[in-house]
């Protein structure tokens, strides 16, 4: 597996249906997609429109119904289900809308929870990630002491603390006020940039597509 390359993932030609009860519905249809090291990518879409659909794909957690999903330069129907594991343990990143953190667990303890599942030797110590995004004041803190924008930060020192290659972010300001999700949403992309990451975000907010490198927007399961 070479995490190296530059092209991170690839959606050709997918197509998600999804059967419940007896009925089938489509998540997304016939998309192409494409995200390399270095960028931020922005899919934008109403709720509904099959960005979840997409995000999930991209992480190898749903297969497609129809089409091809490369990730990291492999065909994701060609890994284990322990590859896929141990991908998502050590090059995977995950930004949740609703953060996610274990709240019997203080901040410190949440990123080293996560480093705890990789086997990684570029692990990036709690203590520089807390300095990096402001917060290394409340290491010691528990999330339910936490504000909104504070619970964001320790979510956003968590997806990179494994130094993935890849990070996924669903809705990440749809928590924040304004001004706090810009923060977010400038701190990723500069992340992207400086340490050669591709970050792809699934939004409804038109107002952070500034911070995108690349915009693709999708509509009833279909890119527009």
Same mark, same amino acid.
């Given at each position: 597996?070479?995490?190296?390359?530059?092209?991170?993932?690839?959606?050709?030609?997918?197509?998600?249906?999804?059967?419940?009860?007896?009925? *089938?519905?489509?998540?997304?249809?016939?998309?192409?997609?494409?995200?390399?090291?270095?960028?931020?990518?922005?899919?934008?879409?109403?709720?509904?429109?099959?960005?979840?659909?997409?995000?999930?794909?991209?992480?190898?957690?749903? #297969?497609?119904?129809?089409?091809?999903?490369?990730? +990291?330069?492999?065909?994701?129907?060609?890994?284990?289900?322990? *590859?896929?594991?141990?991908?998502?343990?050590?090059?995977?990143?995950?930004?949740?809308?609703?953060?996610?953190?274990?709240?019997?667990?203080?901040?410190?303890?949440?990123?080293?929870?996560?480093?705890?599942?990789?086997?990684?030797?570029?692990?990036?110590? &709690?203590?520089?990630?807390?300095?990096?995004?402001?917060?290394?004041?409340?290491?010691?803190?528990?999330?339910?002491?936490?504000?909104?924008?504070?619970?964001?930060?320790?979510?956003?020192?968590?997806?990179?603390?494994?130094?993935?290659?890849?990070?996924?972010?669903? *809705? &990440?300001?749809?928590?924040?006020?304004?001004? #706090?999700? +810009?923060?977010?949403?400038?701190?990723?992309?500069?992340?992207?940039?400086?340490?050669?990451?591709?970050?792809?975000?699934?939004?409804?907010?038109?107002?952070?597509?500034?911070?995108?490198?690349?915009?693709?927007?999708? *509509?009833?399961?279909?890119?527009?």
């Amino acid at each position: 597996m070479n995490t190296d390359i530059e092209k991170i993932i690839t959606l050709e030609n997918i197509t998600k249906l999804y059967n419940t009860n007896s009925h *089938e519905s489509r998540g997304v249809e016939d998309i192409n997609i494409c995200a390399a090291r270095g960028e931020q990518l922005l899919i934008l879409g109403p709720s509904g429109s099959g960005k979840t659909t997409i995000i999930t794909l991209c992480a190898g957690l749903i #297969q497609p119904t129809k089409g091809t999903v490369i990730l +990291f330069g492999k065909n994701v129907k060609d890994y284990s289900r322990s *590859e896929l594991q141990k991908l998502r343990a050590d090059c995977i990143g995950f930004i949740f809308q609703t953060f996610l953190l274990i709240d019997s667990l203080t901040v410190t303890e949440n990123i080293k929870l996560v480093q705890r599942f990789s086997k990684k030797r570029n692990q990036i110590p &709690p203590e520089e990630l807390l300095k990096k995004f402001g917060i290394y004041n409340l290491r010691n803190s528990f999330p339910g002491n936490l504000s909104q924008g504070e619970k964001q930060r320790a979510a956003v020192a968590r997806a990179i603390a494994n130094d993935p290659a890849l990070i996924l972010a669903d *809705e &990440p300001t749809a928590s924040l006020e304004s001004n #706090q999700g +810009f923060i977010i949403i400038e701190l990723l992309k500069k992340y992207a940039a400086e340490e050669n990451k591709c970050v792809i975000v699934v939004s409804h907010d038109l107002r952070i597509s500034k911070y995108a490198d690349r915009i693709l927007k999708i *509509e009833d399961g279909k890119i527009k």
